[in-house]
Structure formats: structure tokens, C-alpha cells
């Protein structure tokens, strides 16, 4: 049992300041040692904010530091699998920030690397959509509640790219994202844990907005993902699924969430984990989650369980990391391609 753990962070981003560095030092015994972001004075405010010892510019500080235990990566996707197969060849725990890399191959070789060091913890940063209520959801999947299970319908819609003044954000740069399209792969992953893996997908996209300006240099910058997708896809248990993912519609008719459509039941899910049950010809009624099943945020003390208990990553391992990478560049190669893809190409 490793009772002290010692972390070095690198990429403190919006997501490692809000929640991991505030989750990892609020459990006993680990301490975050060393911090590693783009600049010394961006790492330097970071560490006066958290009380960290030590700021370094140079990632390879803290990957190659003996002294520390476990490494988190708070990166946008491009670095993930660069400093992800560092860490762990290094003989470094690896919490990594979703999604998981820029694309399937990307993903291969960091599940790869993982399995070259069965002793270190591999996990990436969950979709945190529903913590409560994926047991429960899996649960009516797998035992009949809700029939078979038909078509599911995903709607991910606002109208948050219309500002055309919003400076260029990391996941409108493919150069920075990859393969991943919007918040895409947030349902996806849920979903995946509802419905078990895709088998195709068949995708279309649109770049409505095609400009900003990059905060970096102030000067415009192409967009090159799109802001508008629409997904239609195979489960490998048959059921179909179809997604609407779009920043360019603004006061869409229903609210947003996913809608499963059995045989027996409809059971609508929306975002804050709200579910409703509407059995075949009778009454919708508010569902909760099952009993001892509702989960919640505790990515970074799952991460210290698995160190120091041996604890088995669920949420959200590196196997299920490349499945939803699979299907994110499935989606690109249709999208691009103009034709159905099967995740078996991918």
C-alpha cells in the first residue's frame, strides 16, 4: 500500500484547477509536488493558488522525477499520448484528461503502453453525465424493463458558436482535438455504458462559423471542425441510435438529453440526470436511481483507490477510452468519406 503519493501535474487547465488538484490534495497523504504548464508564469500562478512547491516548464521534469509517483495530464488531446506513454514507461500512475487522444491510433498505443506496465494505474477523466444514473439505465437495458430496445435519439443542441466575437476555443482546432467533434464523445461514452459498444456509424457535418480570432496571436483563425453533426449509428445489439450535435442552434423545441424507445417502455434522460419512464400505453413517472447505485464526482480518490487498493478503473479504464476513440474517427472518416463506416475498419 503506497500510504504517501506524490503527484506532478502537467496542463493545470480549467478542469485540473477546478477539480483534480482541489480533489487530489483534500485526500490524506497525497500531495502534489511539482506543476508543469505552458508558461512559467501561467505554472507560477497555479502553484501560489494551491501551495505547490515546485514549477517547471519542461514536462520531461516531472515524467523523468523519480521522486514522484503519479502523473496527471490536464493537456488538450494533442499531448495526451505523448506524455500518457512517458509517464507509464517511466513506471508513473496516469490520470489523463478526457478525451481520451486525437484518434484511434493514438489510443492503441497508449492502451498498449498501459499493458506493458500492469502495475500502474491507467484512467482517463470520465464523462460526468451520468454518474447517478448509468447503473440504474444499464440495469432496465439488461433486464427487460424497457422491452427491446429500438432507436435511441441524442440531442445535443445550443446555439453557443453564434457569438462570432467568442474567441477560437481548443475543440474548434483539429490540430489541438483530433478526431473528436464537440461534446460528441461525452454521450457517446455515456451511451457505451447503456448500450455497449457501436457497430457503424454514418455521419454528415457543416462548419457554420468559420472564423475566429485565436487568443494567442489575435489574429483570425480557420475553423476547421464542424459546429453542426448529425450521427446515425448501429449498436451492436441492434439498436439505432442518431445524434444531433449542434452549437449553431439556438432555443431548440425540446430540451436536450437522450430518449431510449423499447419495446415495453420509453425512458427519456435529460441533463442533471433526470429521468422519466413511460411504459407502453401507460402513465410517464419519474425514475430514480436504483438503491446504493447513484455515483457522483470522485474521479481523483477512484484514481488514489486504484494506486493504493489495486481498485479496478471502471470510470473510465483505457479499453473503453479506444472504443469511443474508435467510433470519434469513424465518425470523421464518414463525414469526410461520404459513407457508412464500420467501427471494425477503424
Given at each position: 500500500?503506497?500510504?504517501?503519493?506524490?503527484?506532478?501535474?502537467?496542463?493545470?487547465?480549467?478542469?485540473?484547477?477546478v477539480?483534480h488538484?482541489p480533489?487530489?490534495?483534500?485526500?490524506e497523504?497525497?500531495?502534489?509536488?511539482?506543476?508543469?504548464n505552458?508558461?512559467?508564469?501561467?505554472?507560477q500562478r497555479v502553484a501560489?493558488?494551491?501551495g505547490?512547491?515546485?514549477?517547471v516548464?519542461?514536462?520531461r521534469?516531472?515524467?523523468d522525477?523519480?521522486?514522484?509517483?503519479a502523473?496527471?495530464?490536464?493537456?488538450?488531446?494533442y499531448?495526451?499520448?505523448e506524455?500518457v506513454?512517458?509517464?507509464?514507461?517511466?513506471?508513473k500512475?496516469?490520470?489523463?484528461?478526457?478525451r481520451?487522444?486525437m484518434?484511434a491510433?493514438?489510443?492503441?498505443?497508449?492502451?498498449?503502453?498501459?499493458r506493458?506496465h500492469?502495475?500502474?494505474?491507467?484512467?482517463?477523466?470520465?464523462?460526468?453525465l451520468?454518474?447517478?444514473t448509468?447503473?440504474?439505465?444499464?440495469?432496465?437495458?439488461?433486464d427487460?424493463?424497457l422491452?427491446?430496445?429500438l432507436?435511441?435519439?441524442?440531442?445535443i443542441?445550443g446555439?453557443?458558436?453564434?457569438?462570432r466575437?467568442?474567441p477560437?476555443?481548443?475543440?474548434?482546432?483539429?490540430?489541438?482535438?483530433?478526431?473528436?467533434?464537440?461534446?460528441?464523445?461525452?454521450?457517446l461514452e455515456?451511451?457505451?455504458?447503456w448500450?455497449?459498444?457501436?457497430?457503424?456509424?454514418?455521419?454528415?457535418?457543416?462548419v457554420?462559423?468559420?472564423?475566429?480570432?485565436?487568443?494567442?496571436?489575435?489574429?483570425?483563425?480557420?475553423i476547421?471542425?464542424?459546429?453542426?453533426?448529425?450521427v446515425?449509428?448501429?449498436?451492436?445489439?441492434?439498436?439505432?441510435?442518431?445524434?444531433?450535435?449542434?452549437?449553431?442552434?439556438?432555443?431548440?423545441?425540446?430540451?436536450?438529453g437522450?430518449?431510449?424507445?423499447?419495446?415495453?417502455?420509453?425512458l427519456h434522460w435529460?441533463?442533471g440526470?433526470?429521468?422519466?419512464?413511460?411504459?407502453?400505453?401507460?402513465?410517464?413517472?419519474?425514475?430514480?436511481?436504483d438503491?446504493?447505485?447513484?455515483?457522483?464526482?470522485?474521479v481523483?480518490?477512484d484514481?488514489?483507490?486504484?494506486?493504493?487498493?489495486?481498485?479496478?478503473?471502471?470510470?473510465?479504464?483505457?479499453?473503453d477510452?479506444l472504443?469511443y476513440?474508435?467510433?470519434t474517427?469513424?465518425?470523421t472518416?464518414?463525414?469526410?468519406?461520404?459513407r457508412?463506416?464500420?467501427?471494425?475498419?477503424?
Amino acid at each position: 500500500m503506497a500510504d504517501r503519493i506524490r503527484i506532478g501535474v502537467i496542463g493545470a487547465g480549467g478542469n485540473t484547477r477546478v477539480r483534480h488538484i482541489p480533489g487530489l490534495q483534500a485526500i490524506e497523504g497525497v500531495e502534489i509536488v511539482a506543476v508543469c504548464n505552458r508558461s512559467q508564469e501561467s505554472g507560477q500562478r497555479v502553484a501560489d493558488e494551491f501551495g505547490i512547491a515546485r514549477v517547471v516548464t519542461d514536462p520531461r521534469a516531472i515524467i523523468d522525477d523519480p521522486e514522484i509517483d503519479a502523473v496527471v495530464i490536464g493537456t488538450w488531446p494533442y499531448r495526451h499520448r505523448e506524455y500518457v506513454v512517458a509517464a507509464l514507461e517511466a513506471g508513473k500512475h496516469v490520470l489523463t484528461e478526457a478525451r481520451m487522444a486525437m484518434d484511434a491510433t493514438e489510443a492503441r498505443e497508449m492502451l498498449a503502453a498501459a499493458r506493458q506496465h500492469p502495475d500502474c494505474v491507467a484512467q482517463i477523466v470520465p464523462s460526468p453525465l451520468d454518474f447517478k444514473t448509468w447503473r440504474t439505465i444499464r440495469r432496465m437495458v439488461q433486464d427487460g424493463t424497457l422491452g427491446d430496445v429500438l432507436e435511441a435519439h441524442v440531442n445535443i443542441l445550443g446555439g453557443g458558436s453564434l457569438n462570432r466575437a467568442t474567441p477560437l476555443h481548443w475543440r474548434e482546432r483539429a490540430d489541438y482535438s483530433g478526431t473528436n467533434t464537440m461534446t460528441f464523445g461525452l454521450y457517446l461514452e455515456a451511451l457505451h455504458r447503456w448500450l455497449g459498444p457501436t457497430k457503424r456509424v454514418m455521419a454528415d457535418g457543416h462548419v457554420f462559423v468559420a472564423e475566429r480570432i485565436d487568443p494567442e496571436t489575435g489574429k483570425p483563425h480557420t475553423i476547421d471542425v464542424p459546429d453542426s453533426l448529425g450521427v446515425l449509428a448501429v449498436m451492436e445489439s441492434g439498436t439505432r441510435v442518431s445524434y444531433r450535435v449542434s452549437a449553431v442552434t439556438a432555443s431548440p423545441a425540446a430540451p436536450n438529453g437522450v430518449s431510449l424507445y423499447g419495446t415495453k417502455a420509453t425512458l427519456h434522460w435529460q441533463p442533471g440526470e433526470r429521468m422519466t419512464l413511460v411504459p407502453l400505453g401507460g402513465e410517464a413517472q419519474a425514475v430514480e436511481p436504483d438503491p446504493g447505485t447513484a455515483g457522483d464526482w470522485r474521479v481523483e480518490a477512484d484514481f488514489v483507490d486504484s494506486i493504493r487498493d489495486g481498485a479496478p478503473v471502471i470510470l473510465t479504464n483505457f479499453e473503453d477510452g479506444l472504443l469511443y476513440m474508435r467510433v470519434t474517427e469513424a465518425v470523421t472518416r464518414s463525414r469526410l468519406e461520404g459513407r457508412a463506416v464500420d467501427i471494425a475498419e477503424v
